[in-house]
């Protein structure tokens, strides 16, 4: 069996900062100071699990948090990764554009109009993406390229060639 798990001994600096950390408004920073302060007196984490109500895991967690880090264990860390990258970048981001700078027709959708969805699909499509990306991956890539996208107003389009001829009005 291993031998319990304690508290290195603190410093008279440390012992203050926990004492001030038990009126702290994070209930994340007050229970690591309690049971700091706990295996300080001598408790096993067994004892300080039952006492404060917590799992066993979590003081041991917090005992190895504060032998690593220090005070600064005491502070809650952002789940979040560091830095997420980009899922379209570079030369995908400009091939996506030079995309969007064709006719959706052009690629056998019934639609003159881009969507985000439709131009994810059709990104997917052509081999640009691995995978079906999101409507806010494709909006993000096209933040990252300065291009303001806003949702048109729809009108009809025909792929005949005299269209724009017949539309206006004009006889032949």
Not at 76 to 85: A, F, L, N
Not at 126 to 133: F, H
Not at 161 to 171: D, E, F, L, V
Request: net charge positive; aromatic share 6%.
């Amino acid at each position: 069996m291993k031998a319990p798990l304690f508290v290195r001994p603190l410093t008279t600096e440390e012992r203050q900062a926990l004492q001030a950390g038990l009126r702290a408004r994070e209930a994340f920073t007050l229970r690591r100071c309690q049971i700091l302060l706990a295996s300080a007196d001598g408790k096993t984490a067994t004892e300080i699990a039952a006492l404060f109500g917590c799992a066993t895991q979590t003081v041991r967690n917090t005992l190895r948090a504060f032998a690593a880090e220090g005070l600064s264990c005491l502070t809650e860390k952002s789940h979040r990764p560091k830095r997420v990258r980009p899922l379209l970048a570079g030369t995908q981001a400009e091939r996506l554009r030079a995309l969007l700078h064709r006719s959706p027709r052009e690629f056998g959708k019934p639609t003159s109009l881009w969507s985000l969805t439709l131009a994810a699909e059709v990104a997917f499509e052509q081999g640009l993406t691995e995978r079906q990306l999101s409507h806010e991956s494709i909006r993000q890539a096209l933040i990252r390229l300065g291009v303001g996208w806003k949702r048109a107003k729809t009108w009809i389009t025909s792929p005949d060639p005299h269209y724009a001829r017949k539309k206006s009005g004009a006889t032949a």
